[in-house]
Nanobody, 121 residues
Framework: QVHLVESGGGLVQAGDSLTLSCTASGGTFSSYGMGWFRQPPGKEREFVAAINWSGGTTAYADSVKGRFAISKDNAKNTGSLQMNSLKPEDTALYYC??????????????WGQGTQVTVSS
């Protein structure tokens, strides 16, 4: 089955940029859409961004639109989430997932272990 590993998280200050990576193995990466979700401390998991299998269609949560950019490199079996102008409210455990393109977690069947992003004021 598909195995996903996120990386690139860390501790940054407000206004900084950070890029998260998602590496896939054990499946056909190019056949799947990819989504990014996050879970802030004490809150429910929420949608961040998604991209379809070919990389031609994207969707973003209103809270990150204009600041984050999702991309997918099928040749390298990797995806990324570029995060700019980070805010303290972006602090969360970030997950990547593979599945059908959409904004709901139910559209995705394979999930990574998560990578922590902490943004200080």
């Amino acid at each position: 089955q598909v195995h996903l590993v996120e990386s690139g998280g860390g501790l940054v200050q407000a206004g900084d940029s950070l890029t998260l990576s998602c590496t896939a193995s054990g499946g056909t990466f190019s056949s799947y859409g990819m989504g990014w979700f996050r879970q802030p401390p004490g809150k429910e998991r929420e949608f961040v961004a998604a991209i379809n299998w070919s990389g031609g269609t994207t969707a973003y949560a209103d809270s990150v639109k204009g600041r984050f950019a999702i991309s997918k490199d099928n040749a390298k079996n990797t995806g990324s989430l570029q995060m700019n102008s980070l805010k303290p409210e972006d602090t969360a455990l970030y997950y990547c997932a593979l599945g059908a393109f959409g904004r709901s977690s139910t559209n995705f069947g394979a999930w990574g272990q998560g990578t922590q992003v902490t943004v200080s004021s």
